[in-house]
């Protein structure tokens, strides 16, 4: 009965707070003409819908649950213009479970050189879609239960002193799909403390003049998919580790690791390390292709590895579509040992499926992965190039295992 009536309360609140949640207006000639002012009279569960534009040093705190914001005609673009927000950057969350849509940050400056263009630190949800951080002193950076960030950029995010990032979370649970996370300064593109991680079909590179340390960090382990990604390192590197997993402890319980169906590229003539691996890491690496000079895993960790393409010259022998502009499909004149020489990668040891139905689309989405024969290398199917597929619809899928 005590069940019973929690539930009819819990119920009956939730139906009272749909039914008092409004649409706030934000623009030249809407009611709130500043997101500031709409973010101080948005109350539980209100929806704010900012028109395109700029909106210099607009900063603001996000202070009630339960909020969506987004931008509409176009992304809204937030630029700090030497404003921030409490001492952390441009949009501060407080509240339980946000969404922001179709918004552009950049700037964020503050005091300690870790201004970000969000920056959190709550309980729930974080969802970004269709967002783009740049030439911040950190893209994102805070952590909650479940964050997924969906078909975003990230570029040039950084103060320069390695310690602030393109992107920079921590929780529960993180996931990262059809992003495409660039050109970090000397921090990392890609860094996440969550004890579960799904990173997924994204574009993550240095390109010819990124300065990113590492392209994924994992600093404090545990269970970790990377699957589906396009992964470049460039010349420029401050760190000639790509992938880093566990370097500086494994806090988060479990070293597990699925590296599937990844494109990686290695443009440091240097050399390098493709997979650096925590001491007594249990990592599973099938069906990649590694291209470029390098050690491909290190660390005394149990591997098992299959199905993988391995060059080390810069031959393009894998056929790549266009190496010289970043273009990592697949062509007509890739090798039998890549086309059609995948194994079926399985589950992994909680049952979450490991065959990619996805891959990234430029620029910045994903859409469905083509099934021709056995699954090719890497990760694009063969004959399956950027305008031959559209994305799906945005699906919030945050309880993963």
């Not at 990230?154 to 002193?161: A, E, I, T, V």
Request: hydrophobic letters at 35%; aromatic letters at 10%; a negative charge.
């Amino acid at each position: 009965m005590k069940v019973l009536m929690a539930i009819l309360v819990l119920a009956a609140l939730l139906t009272a707070s749909a039914a008092s949640a409004r649409t706030l207006r934000v623009g030249t000639n809407k009611t709130y003409k500043t997101v500031r002012s709409a973010a101080q009279a948005a109350q539980n569960g209100d929806t704010v819908l900012v028109d395109a534009g700029l909106y210099s040093a607009d900063v603001t705190s996000w202070n009630a649950s339960n909020l969506v914001v987004r931008g509409v005609g176009g992304r809204a673009y937030l630029r700090a213009d030497g404003a921030q927000e409490g001492g952390k950057g441009i949009w501060v969350l407080y509240g339980t479970n946000f969404t922001a849509e179709n918004i552009e940050f950049s700037g964020a400056s503050v005091p300690d050189k870790n201004g970000a263009g969000i920056r959190f630190d709550t309980t729930g949800f974080l969802v970004l879609r269709n967002c783009y951080f740049h030439d911040n002193e950190d893209g994102i950076l805070g952590g909650c239960d479940s964050i997924l960030i969906e078909n975003s950029f990230f570029d040039h995010n950084g103060y320069g002193d390695g310690q602030s990032h393109n992107l920079y979370v921590w929780g529960r649970t993180f996931t990262l799909r059809g992003c495409y996370t660039h050109r970090a300064k000397i921090g990392h593109d890609v860094k996440t403390r969550a004890v579960n991680n799904y990173i997924l079909y994204n574009r993550i590179m240095d390109e010819s003049d990124g300065t990113a340390s590492y392209e994924v960090d994992i600093p404090d382990g545990g269970r970790s998919y990377l699957i589906g990604n396009v992964i470049e390192q460039g010349p420029h590197t401050d760190n000639n580790s790509i992938v880093s997993y566990g370097a500086e402890s494994a806090s988060n319980g479990v070293l597990d690791l699925y590296v599937i169906h990844n494109t990686f590229v290695n443009n440091d003539t240097n050399g390098g390390t493709f997979l650096q691996l925590r001491s007594g890491t249990s990592a599973r690496v099938v069906n990649n292709i590694f291209y470029g000079p390098g050690t491909r895993w290190s660390g005394s960790s149990s591997v098992t590895a299959s199905n993988n393409y391995l060059e080390t010259l810069y031959n393009n022998s894998p056929k790549f579509a266009s190496p010289s502009t970043y273009d990592f499909h697949l062509s007509a004149g890739s090798p039998s040992t890549i086309v059609n020489a995948g194994v079926a990668p399985g589950a992994s040891a909680t049952g979450y499926p490991l065959t990619p139905t996805l891959q990234y689309v430029y620029d910045a989405q994903s859409g469905p992965r083509p099934v021709v024969g056995a699954l090719d290398l890497g990760a694009f199917e063969s004959g399956s190039g950027t305008g031959d597929t559209a994305p799906p619809a945005a699906v919030r899928d945050l309880g993963y295992r």
